[in-house]
């Protein structure tokens, strides 16, 4: 039975969003030209840019919008998009943050700075309520109109996607330099990094990737695409995502054209592998009856942040147990 079509498409804005499940955009991706990819691809390590298509140019947020070039508009920061304010943690600059969306879970300290907002289609008045200086917002299309509101009131806005490592990585350039903790950030970055390359380094001498599928959704069924950067953990991690050819970060798909693609394993929670194991649906896939699951903690994989070199560990192990050793 298919869920109310509200459902649905509340479903997706969680997956969009919400830490722990997946924060992955979709339907509504940014789009750039082939030249402005290039030219942010020219502009970042090509460890970092390995595989990945920019979404916007270098200097310009993802609704085109100029970004700061120095820290004046960092007295006060409202940080509405999750991984952005994990992120303003970790380069620590969290002291100017006065509000935060509802949905921020990480770090832990995050609790002492005010919930102010949700993270998608945030009140206009309770953003304008904390005085800020500047917001970041997550750059969807839902969150388009706030941020021209704050612009006419005469607030600067940073709005961000992070699909991909890639954008990770320059979403901690761009915090970094409107915050005034570009050196940090880049610590942090070149750290993450760095722990990605010694992973994809120790499951490039396998000699075959298991053929994974990674479900985000049950019914109707949702997995990871091509377009997340939870495919590129996989890889990364050394696996073949079977949906790696799907553009988007996260697609409906039909239960037959998983079965069709043949996974001889399922990327699942511990809840998860409970629950599609009594679902119908999900049993008629042969390894969900074979209980071919590999287990990962979405606490960690299901954030593009600082925890993504984490998140590589995480899976390499689970997929190939005889590499924990030399794992970092």
Not at 8 to 19: D, G, I
Not at 97 to 116: K, N, Q, T
Request: net charge positive; glycine share 6%.
């Amino acid at each position: 039975m298919f869920p109310h079509p509200r459902l649905v498409r509340r479903a997706r804005r969680w997956l969009v969003l919400v830490p722990g499940i997946v924060v992955a955009a979709c339907g509504d991706s940014s789009r750039s030209s082939s030249a402005a990819g290039a030219a942010e691809a020219s502009r970042v390590p090509s460890a970092v840019a390995h595989g990945v298509r920019a979404i916007a140019p270098a200097d310009t947020d993802d609704f085109g919008v100029a970004l700061p070039t120095d820290a004046r508009y960092a007295r006060r920061v409202v940080s509405l998009n999750p991984a952005a304010t994990e992120a303003v943690f970790a380069i620590g600059a969290d002291s100017v943050l006065v509000g935060r969306s509802r949905w921020d879970r990480y770090p832990a300290a995050v609790a002492r700075v005010p919930a102010i907002a949700d993270g998608l289609r945030p009140s206009l008045e309770a953003v304008l309520a904390a005085r800020p200086t500047l917001v970041v917002l997550y750059a969807t299309a839902e969150n388009r109109a706030v941020a021209d509101a704050l612009t006419r009131a005469g607030v600067r806005t940073i709005a961000l996607r992070v699909d991909r490592i890639a954008h990770f990585h320059r979403q901690l350039r761009v915090l970094g330099v409107a915050l005034g903790a570009s050196s940090r950030a880049a610590v942090v970055s070149d750290s993450v990094q760095r722990t990605l390359d010694r992973v994809r380094a120790q499951t490039a001498r396998l000699a075959g990737r298991p053929a994974v599928v990674w479900p985000v959704w049950s019914t109707p069924p949702m997995v990871i695409g091509g377009g997340s950067y939870m495919d590129e953990l996989l890889e990364i991690a050394g696996a073949r995502n079977v949906f790696h050819d799907a553009p988007q970060p996260s697609p409906s798909v039909s239960m037959e054209e998983i079965i069709a693609r043949a996974p001889q394993y399922v990327m699942a929670s511990d809840t998860q592998m409970a629950s599609l194991g009594r679902d119908d649906t999900w049993r008629a896939l042969p390894a969900v009856r074979a209980q071919q699951f590999v287990r990962h903690d979405p606490a960690v994989t299901g954030r593009p942040s600082v925890v993504l070199g984490m998140a590589a560990v995480q899976l390499a192990r689970a997929l190939h147990p005889t590499l924990a050793d030399s794992l970092p």
